[in-house]
């Protein structure tokens, strides 16, 4: 695979989505995907942005993140032993760890873990702004240092009890 997410035809993602949403709120609404592109700023897998709305409300900007390994990109593939790639492991760290936090993290919208399918879906908020690496105010990366060391030192004792369920 070419390490992209574009395999993932809109009518799926759309359906995927509102799987997701429905499992997460245990609520209905029809989902009608108005936009997706890809993000500039991929991390190893393959991120998107779509704008969504769901039954007559205002449009909402969200993440899709494929977790799968067809979605790594390439140099990512040649690096990472395969024992090592776990794609629920990120899901069940948003939805088992930093949303019960209430840290200020991307609130998740929702998620799919399908082995059968290969098929681990995140769909996150999508936060505007810019990338801390093209912030030049000190002040600004003082404040993130502190942010996480808040959030290092919140999750430290309990990092036990959270690993397993987390993966």
Do not use: C
Request: net charge positive; glycine share 8%.
């Amino acid at each position: 695979m070419n390490g992209s997410s574009e395999a993932v035809s809109s009518e799926a993602l759309r359906d995927g989505l509102q799987a997701a949403l429905e499992n997460r709120t245990g609520w209905f609404r029809r989902v009608t995907i108005l936009e997706r592109r890809p993000n500039p700023y991929r991390t190893s897998y393959a991120l998107e942005e779509i704008q969504v709305r769901l039954d007559d409300g205002p449009p909402l900007w969200l993440i899709f993140k494929d977790l799968g390994r067809h979605s790594l990109a390439l140099a990512a593939q040649k690096v990472k032993p395969e024992f090592l790639h776990d794609p629920a492991r990120e899901i069940r760290t948003y939805s088992l760890i930093l949303e019960p936090a209430s840290m200020g993290t991307a609130k998740l919208w929702g998620a799919l873990e399908d082995e059968r399918e290969n098929r681990y879906w995140l769909f996150l908020e999508w936060v505007p702004g810019r990338q801390i690496w093209q912030v030049g105010d000190f002040g600004v990366w003082q404040a993130v240092a502190r942010w996480l060391a808040r959030t290092h030192g919140r999750f430290a004792e309990p990092a036990g009890s959270l690993a397993p369920r987390s993966r």
